[in-house]
């Protein structure tokens, strides 16, 4: 399907991605219309063989190949020039190109059945959660695609970290299964994380609301302690006027009995990880109208967790 230029959802290791023939620019169009993604948000390539990288990317620094050689495949999308055969409509206008080399055994074997790279995007419709099941990608698009690989549950559950290695520091435009310390520790060099704010964004993408359920939601950050105390004091508050659903650690469910609640199952952040967006989706359809979510330490997977949270948040209660 995909070399007929049709778009297939399909799983990686961090989230379901949709994905198109790279090098044909209607398929890509395809993309943009099914998601309802604006125009201005450029899209990753996925390879399966660091043999196609001279395909999307040129002046390839030798930064990239020492990231490579330690993360990839795996949840590491790097920004490089971009080569001619890419279509402009891919990366949005930009210079430059997002590569990634999915983890995935569904996915590579995908990639290395289509025989050219694949676009993909998060498999959810523009603005809601990333899908981390096959279902939640049929939540959103069935109907307007014509297959789902199902893949089962995917293990990071967070898209990948986008480091961007055209500027002169590398620099991480979204935090994710690849961190920081990580990247630093490869590199042996400083390595900048954007600041981003809504004039400026870090990364196209980062200026859209984004990861969001459609209730509004209340972050809580401080010791497990304290953040059952400020959900309780909220509950209290709240007094029954608008329907409440909670986001935490199995071990905090016994103080919540009675409200729709959705365990992040093992104390961790990994855990949470994988689980927060279909959460979201969860307590959507739970139909509450605020999600009272508990905040996690930065710490590993941590700064990519509390990003997806910190934008989904309305307002952040910190104990
Ligand atoms: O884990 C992932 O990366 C998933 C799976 C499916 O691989 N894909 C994914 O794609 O999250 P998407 O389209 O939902 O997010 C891509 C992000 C956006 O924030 C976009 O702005 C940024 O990467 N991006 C892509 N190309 C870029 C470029 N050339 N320069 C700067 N940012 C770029
Ligand atoms: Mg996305």
């Not at 049709?6 to 790279?22: H, I, K, M, N, S």
């Not at 609301?209 to 809580?220: G, K, T, W």
Request: charged share 25%; aromatic share 6%; hydrophobic share 40%.
């Amino acid at each position: 399907m995909i070399r007929e230029g049709r778009c297939v959802a399909f799983p990686t290791e961090t989230v379901y991605g949709l994905g198109a023939d790279a090098c044909n620019a209607s398929a890509v169009r395809k993309i943009f219309r099914i998601k309802g993604r604006p125009a201005d948000n450029p899209l990753i390539v996925h390879l399966w063989s660091l043999d196609q990288l001279p395909l999307v990317a040129v002046s390839v620094p030798v930064m990239f190949w020492i990231l490579a050689n330690r993360f990839m495949p795996g949840p590491l999308s790097v920004v490089l020039r971009k080569s001619a055969a890419i279509p402009d409509i891919v990366t949005a206008g930009l210079p430059t190109v997002g590569v990634r080399f999915p983890d995935h055994p569904v996915a590579r074997a995908l990639l290395k059945a289509c025989r050219v790279p694949v676009v993909a995007p998060s498999a959810n419709l523009s603005g809601r959660p990333s899908p981390t099941r096959a279902e939640h990608v049929l939540e959103d698009l069935d109907g307007r695609i014509p297959a789902v690989l199902d893949g089962g549950t995917c293990r990071i559950g967070l898209e990948s970290t986008v480091v961007d290695l055209t500027s002169r520091v590398p620099t991480i435009l979204r935090p994710g299964g690849v961190t920081r310390e990580d990247l630093e520790d490869a590199l042996g060099i400083h390595v900048r994380q954007a600041r981003h704010t809504r004039k400026h964004p870090a990364s196209p993408g980062m200026k859209y609301r984004h990861y969001s359920p459609s209730a509004e939601v209340i972050l809580y950050e401080g010791t497990r302690k304290e953040v059952v105390a400020a959900m309780l004091r909220t509950l209290r508050q709240l007094g029954g006027k608008k329907r409440v659903g909670v986001m935490a650690e199995e071990s905090l469910g016994r103080f919540f009995r009675g409200y729709p609640f959705f365990s992040f199952g093992l104390e961790g952040v990994s855990s949470a990880g994988q689980s927060l967006f279909a959460g979201f989706r969860s307590l959507d359809s739970a139909k509450v109208d605020v999600i009272l979510c508990q905040g996690f330490s930065e710490a590993d997977l941590g700064s990519a967790l509390m990003n997806r949270l910190r934008r989904a948040a309305t307002r952040r209660v910190r104990v």
